[in-house]
């Protein structure tokens, strides 16, 4: 394995991070920081408790989540497709790496991104509404799993996208209203039967409903359904990952 | 001594159906400047992708070191470096930071001397800590020379290195060249220019088409170079050159009209005089005469013209 290549690659994402901080930490936090303000202190008020939780509180857990999928997908897809876009891929190319190193590297940076933003995001929402999180070491799991499960699910999307109109299909078509849908807001009990019927083929809500169980021990579904859930789209990802190197992935000619 | 690359049969066949590189065979010594001349579309940079990696053959092999270039791609591309035709850096990375990374991706433990050192030779030790994108189109170029050179290759590949570089940096690349060649590193590169193919390289490759044209020792292609030719036109025809012209090793064209002297600028006796005086003797008399010089120039353009005029 060619460690270092994996670290250059991997550092040289943390650096380009560094140098966007508005763009990649600031602005997300913000943007989330702004839910909290409106749901949690100005409307979260007049909205009743749900399981017997505060709403501000209620919406903590799923709106990391939102932010940790949206920033796993686009930063990893944006690190690989840029890369293309500029022609610097000749050197990946060129380098003695193989596709798994490179994946690795990419999605171990963007990864970490996401989780750290996460946690920020977290400590953010604390100034604006008060919690406890009952179980931390499962919240962390839940974190890392989503974060590196979604990174991969960029990476494939940032390799698979020629243009950026494909870049950002998926993201907006696709993953935006899962994860608006996908119990952020609400409790599933809430919905008519019938709804509540659709909404389990919503990946998210089992992310969603495991993060949040790990705040309140209060889940949707239970938490070994979540955790096997989020395993299996990991494993997924995985595959794809694999499937794309087998067939020759689109970056070379 | 068995090549260091070694190109068999190698073909490639584009997505759009567009035959790039035909059956080629190559090999390349250790040590050595290898030019490899061809117009715009030859197959220059293809033939330089499918070495590198970047590009998959359709058909044949490479071999670097002995080593197959897609089965042991780890040990092939480490030795290799390669100064691509465009310019594509990343922008908002500094100079020293894009050759740190270079190294680490060819797996290179970090070493900042040899860092220092490849920026100072190619004068960009006070650009270090500047951005790539408030570099001159020049320094760009060198940053690319740099990268290539970060990871200690012995290989080294500069697709057209001197395009939009002037003649000072030119002189200095060459210097570079030379030099790194004398530490031990096989260079091929590819040009438009002939005049750079003469003076830099060892041997002289001519692609056209996605073919190996010809492929040469610099020295023997001069030796062709320093050949001229006299052509007399006749008077009279003649069925058939007399005895005495034997050692002239003369040529008499189809219709006995021509006549075409072979000689060499750097004799000492050209021999033209005594040919033109024992012509006048003979009483063979002249109707026009003229000089050609089969320049590298020549025979690039009657190589990659279809139709040699
Ligand atoms: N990705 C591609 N898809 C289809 N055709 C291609 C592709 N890349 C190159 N070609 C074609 O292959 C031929 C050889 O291209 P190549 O870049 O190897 O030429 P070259 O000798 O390097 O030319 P130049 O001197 O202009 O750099 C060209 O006709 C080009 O149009
Ligand atoms: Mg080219």
Redesign the interface.
């Known amino acids: 394995m060619?460690y270092?290549?994996v670290?250059?690659?991997y550092?040289?994402e943390i650096?380009?991070t560094l140098?966007t901080i508005f763009q990649s930490v600031v602005s997300p936090v913000i943007s989330t920081s702004l839910y909290f303000v409106v749901f949690g202190a100005a409307i979260g008020s007049r909205i009743s408790d749900i399981d017997g939780i505060v709403y501000g509180a209620f919406i903590v857990p799923g709106l990391i989540m939102l932010s940790l999928l949206t920033q796993s997908i686009s930063n990893a897809s944006f690190s690989i497709f840029f890369p293309k876009f500029?022609?610097?891929i000749?050197?990946?190319?060129?380098?003695?790496?193989s596709f798994y190193e490179i994946a690795l590297g990419y999605v171990g940076a963007a990864a970490t991104k996401s989780i750290v933003l996460g946690l920020i995001i977290l400590a953010t929402a604390r100034l604006f509404v008060p919690f406890e999180i009952a179980h931390p070491y499962w919240m962390a799991l839940f974190l890392v799993l989503t974060g590196v499960t979604f990174s991969l699910f960029g990476f494939v999307i940032g390799i698979w996208a020629d243009n950026f109109e494909k870049l950002q299909l998926i993201p907006l078509l696709v993953v935006m209203p899962l994860t608006f849908l996908g119990g952020s807001f609400y409790s599933v009990d809430m919905l008519p039967p019938f709804w509540q019927k659709v909404t389990l083929f919503n990946p998210v809500l089992y992310l969603v409903s495991g993060f949040r169980w790990s705040f309140y021990e209060v889940a949707d579904v239970s938490v070994g359904l979540s955790l096997a859930m989020i395993s299996l789209f990991l494993c997924i990802c995985l595959t794809l990952v694999w499937w794309i190197f087998k067939t020759?992935y689109q970056i070379?000619? | 001594m068995c090549p260091l690359i070694s190109v068999s049969n190698l073909s490639k066949t584009?997505?759009s159906g567009f035959v790039a590189l035909k059956n080629v065979n190559l090999d390349i010594k250790q040590g050595e400047i290898l030019a490899l001349l061809g117009p715009n579309g030859a197959g220059k940079t293809t033939l330089i992708?499918i070495i590198?990696?970047?590009?998959?053959p359709t058909e044949g092999t490479v071999t670097v070191n002995g080593h197959d270039i897609i089965k042991d791609?780890?040990?092939?591309?480490?030795m290799?470096g390669?100064v691509?035709q465009?310019l594509?850096?990343?922008?908002?990375?500094t100079a020293w930071?894009t050759l740190?990374?270079?190294?680490?991706?060819?797996?290179?433990?970090a070493n900042p001397k040899h860092l220092e050192k490849v920026l100072r030779d190619l004068s960009l030790w006070d650009k270090k800590d500047s951005k790539i994108r408030e570099l001159s189109g020049g320094m760009k170029r060198r940053v690319m020379i740099g990268?290539a050179l970060a990871h200690e290759p012995e290989i080294l590949f500069l697709d057209e290195p001197t395009a939009g570089v002037d003649v000072e940096l030119r002189k200095d690349m060459w210097h570079l060249v030379k030099e790194l060649r004398n530490s031990g590193v096989t260079i091929i590169l590819t040009t438009h220019y002939i005049e750079e193919a003469e003076e830099i390289a060892d041997r002289v490759g001519v692609i056209n088409h996605g073919e190996i044209v010809v492929i040469e020792e610099k020295t023997e292609l001069m030796r062709k170079l320093g050949k001229k030719q006299l052509t007399l036109e006749l008077q009279q025809s003649l069925d058939q050159l007399p005895a005495e012209f034997r050692p002239y090793n003369l040529e008499l064209s189809q219709d006995g009209r021509l006549i075409t002297f072979t000689y060499d600028i750097h004799a000492e006796r050209t021999g033209i005089t005594s040919l033109l005086s024992q012509l006048n003797e003979t009483g063979i008399r002249l109707k026009d005469l003229k000089t050609t010089q089969s320049s590298l120039e020549d025979i690039f353009v009657t190589l990659v013209k279809d139709e040699p005029e």
Request: proline share 3%; with cysteine; hydrophobic share 35%.
């Open positions: 060619n270092y290549a670290m250059a690659i550092r040289f650096a380009r140098r500029m022609g610097t000749y050197e990946l190319l060129s380098a003695p790496v020759g070379k000619n | 584009y997505a992708s590198c990696g970047i590009v998959n791609y780890r040990q092939t591309r480490k290799i390669l691509p465009e594509t850096t990343d922008a908002f990375e930071g740190r990374f270079s190294r680490g991706l060819f797996g290179k433990k990268k």
